[in-house]
């Protein structure tokens, strides 16, 4: 044997004479393939400038001295060009396109394809981990759509999530702290939340995934100069829809009161059929009346009714809001004078803002009709937005009973996002029908 197993070498054989030119043919054939970078792999017919020691892949369609070595190793020595089969595994480093070759016996392909499927981890200029398996670091993201196969010309983003009280969503952050928010966050209606400090957030707006009905935080929009400015909200329907007030059974003002007979969980049953003069039948699903255990701490024992699910039953929002509540108790419509001094009924009307707009939010004011049957001359229905004097605004009088009145929304509930609303009745004795609903919100 006189040529090597791999690399094709010259030996040197005995009593050879000029041994010298086998052994330097073996070095240059070695100097050629050993640690082979070529300059490039694109050219079909050999430079017409080449450095010693320059080494080319001959393209397809070979010709020149290069001609029906498609593939092959071109190296240039002395003057001469060098060709060099590749065996499969040899590898090579292609230096205009920056990538590593290998010889699969008949034809090279990069080491590593540009399809990279699966890969497990993928950092750009910065390490991925387990929870971020895909990692950028960059000023700018491109990502366009495929004009190279063609595609279809579209571009879409999909982030999908397994079940929908899971979240997809996109999250902004300032120095690795969440500021905003916007997808499917816990439910599969759309979401945009925001946040001061990454730890409390807050809805800015919700899209209803069925019927695309939007939920505004605040309803807000700013003019020119920045003053905020309200919007108004029709708010279309009648009773059981906007009377956030009702009482039909004839009664005296408030605060009225009443005992208690028993409590089972969130319901209060009372020894007599009064609950209509405590909380009216259609308020039901429009607004929550707040309610006092005057038997207990009466500024701290407080509930608020939901319902009335009979003439001798109460609907609390809450169950444990009724703890330390007894039978024989007397509760009371009306707050305690050291809780909104002036004699004031206290409304939360979160369900109707819910039922009409899809979500509650602090409301501005409201724009109400007011009408009171029965009663005598004199008697009346006023609002306010706090209780205190001089914060009343007229909303309905005896003789000429019905009327419209506006009022600003102040204090925030402490059981829904929206505003209170306050009323006060004043009558001489027992009114009959009186009745508060609701035109419009402002946001």
């Known amino acids: 044997m006189d040529r090597s197993a791999n690399l094709d ?9 000029q041994k010298h030119v086998t052994h330097n ?6 100097d050629a393939v050993v640690q082979l970078s070529v300059r490039t792999r694109g050219l079909s017919t050999p430079p017409t400038a080449p450095a010693e020691g320059d080494r080319y892949i001959a393209a397809q369609a070979a010709s020149g001295v290069w001609a029906g070595h498609d593939g092959e190793i071109a190296a240039y020595s002395a003057g001469g060009w060098t060709l060099v089969a590749p ?5 090579a480093y292609v230096e205009d396109e920056q990538c590593l070759l290998v010889h699969d016996g008949a034809d090279w392909s990069p080491v590593i394809d540009n399809a990279i499927n699966p890969a497990s981890l993928v950092g750009v200029n910065t390490v ?14 491109l990502m366009s759509h495929d004009d190279v196969t063609p595609g279809s010309g579209d571009m879409r983003l999909a982030l999908n999530k397994n079940t929908a009280a899971n979240t997809a969503s996109l999250t902004f952050q300032t120095g690795w702290s969440g500021r905003a928010e916007f997808g499917l966050a816990g439910d599969d209606d759309w ?15 919700v899209a209803d995934r069925h019927d695309g009905r939007l939920a505004v935080q605040g309803l807000r929009s700013l003019p020119a100069g920045g003053a905020p400015a309200s919007s108004i909200l029709f708010t279309p329907g009648g009773d059981g829809t906007v009377s956030i007030y009702r009482t039909d059974t004839p009664s005296g003002q408030n ?15 009372l020894s007599a059929p009064v609950a209509d003069t405590i909380f009216g039948l259609i308020m039901g699903g429009v607004s929550q009346a707040r309610i006092w255990n005057t038997s207990r701490s009466p500024d701290s024992h407080s509930a608020w009714v939901k319902a009335r699910p009979s003439s001798s039953q109460l609907e609390v929002s809450d169950a444990a809001h009724l703890a330390g509540w007894l039978p024989g108790d007397t509760i009371q419509l009306g707050d305690p004078l050291t809780v909104t001094p002036n004699r004031c009924i ?9 039922n009409l707009f899809g979500a509650a939010f602090p409301q501005t004011g409201i724009i109400i009709k007011a009408n009171i049957a029965g009663g005598a001359d004199g008697d009346s229905l006023s609002i306010t937005p706090s209780g205190i004097g001089g914060s009343f605004v007229g909303a309905a009088a005896r003789p000429s009973s019905a009327g419209v009145a506006i009022m600003p929304c102040t204090d925030p509930s402490p059981i829904s996002s929206s505003n209170l609303v306050r009323l006060r009745e004043s009558y001489s004795g027992e009114a009959g029908i009186r009745l508060i609903s609701v035109l419009a919100v402002t946001g």
């Open 9 to 17: 070498l010259p030996f040197i054989l005995p009593s050879q004479a």
């Open 25 to 30: 043919e073996a070095l240059s054939l070695l």
């Open 87 to 91: 065996q499969p595994g040899w590898l």
């Open 128 to 141: 991925a981990d387990a929870g971020n398996r895909l990692a950028v670091k960059s000023d700018a993201v």
């Open 191 to 205: 979401h945009v939340k925001v946040s001061p400090d990454g730890a409390t957030w807050k809805e800015a707006l």
């Open 255 to 269: 605060p009225r009161t009443a005992t208690i007979d028993s409590i089972a969980a969130d319901i209060i049953t």
């Open 346 to 354: 206290t409304l939360d009307i979160s369900p109707m803002l819910v």
